[in-house]
């Protein structure tokens, strides 16, 4: 095993460990490992990241399943909770709140937290694969549950999580990367967050064409720790290309109830489309929305 360590452009520490593996006792080895470790340069996270090389000369079939115990502000048995969005998981205590971000490029599948103990060994019979649907590699875990912000995961005496992604082909002389991600907040600290999602409700080919009805949504997240997001304005600037409806701005709140904005927060000339949201955000998410169409395309895109 080898070990590095580096400067990025902000200056924050990067530690990388090189390694190889192999799936056969006694032979050459298959795989050549790196495990990294940098500060993500947008949020204040760590981002966990496994590169895998397949050194040999063969296609290889294999899945990756990553597990940890969970410690914090000295509390073995914190509880797991769920982010929204199948964003990942939480743990909070004291003054820290712990996320374990799993919605990140290159992330895993499944997901879950569990009981941490041993029974003769770290083998994948043990706790890492309790609680997953069933019990094994394929299992799932709780993005098919679509949990609410803050549902708890796991609570017991000792906690642990983790992670898998799916069964795959290894081609030779190819590099592959996997990846999920650490971030922590102090109680009193904002972590905001925005994110924007199209849907076409008009047709099913994965195209969009003239005059279909789309949706956007654009959410707001305060994923901080006993904070508050104050005086928030959301802002989008509509492309030419397209028609908005202004009767259809409306903010969604956390319970699902609708609540609708005056067109004039749309400006015609500007393009612009400017909302306040109606109230502060805690450690919850809440988002507004409105439809427009196709307008301007001659040919579907």
């Known amino acids: ?13 990067i530690l990388k460990m090189v390694g190889q593996y192999t799936t056969i006792v006694g032979r050459v080895p298959s795989f050549t490992l790196e495990y990294l470790l940098r500060p993500s340069l947008e949020k204040p996270s760590v981002q966990q990241e496994l590169y895998i090389y397949n050194a040999t000369s063969a296609a290889i079939d294999g899945g990756i399943f990553f ?9 073995d048995g914190v509880p797991v909770s769920a982010q929204g969005n199948n964003a990942g998981m939480y743990i909070a205590d004291g003054k820290y ?13 499944k997901f879950n937290a569990m009981n941490y103990h041993r029974n003769g060994g770290y083998n994948l019979s043990d706790y890492a694969m309790n609680d997953y649907s069933p019990a094994n590699f394929d299992g799932t875990g ?13 609570s017991g005496s000792d906690s642990a999580y983790s992670a898998k992604w799916n069964w795959q082909t290894f081609q030779p002389d190819t ?6 991600d650490l971030g922590i907040a102090t109680a009193g600290l904002v972590v905001p967050e925005a994110a924007e999602n199209y849907k076409n409700k008009t047709t099913s080919d994965q195209k969009n064409h003239v005059q279909d009805n789309i949706t956007i949504e654009m959410k707001a997240h305060n994923s901080g720790y006993s904070s508050e997001w ?17 009767s259809t701005i409306k903010v969604t709140l956390n319970n699902g109830d609708q609540v609708a904005i005056d067109a004039s927060k749309y400006n015609q000339t500007t393009r612009m489309l400017t ?3 109606l109230k502060n955000l805690s450690e919850n998410e809440w988002y507004w929305q409105f439809r427009y169409s196709y307008s301007e395309y001659e040919n579907p895109c």
Not at 67 to 75: F, I, Y
Request: charged share 30%.
């Open 97 to 109: 709140k712990l996320f374990l971000n799993m919605g990140v490029e290159d992330g895993p599948a």
């Open 142 to 154: 709780i993005k098919v549950k679509n949990l609410k912000e803050g549902a708890t995961v796991y």
């Open 1 to 13: 095993m080898q070990y590095y360590q580096a400067k990025d452009a902000k200056g924050q520490t």
């Open 275 to 277: 909302v306040r949201l």
């Open 67 to 75: 597990a940890k115990d969970t410690s914090l502000n000295g509390n």
């Open 175 to 180: 590099v592959y990367h996997f990846r999920n």
């Open 230 to 246: 104050k005086d928030i304005n959301v802002t989008s600037k509509i492309p030419d290309e397209l028609d908005i409806d202004p």
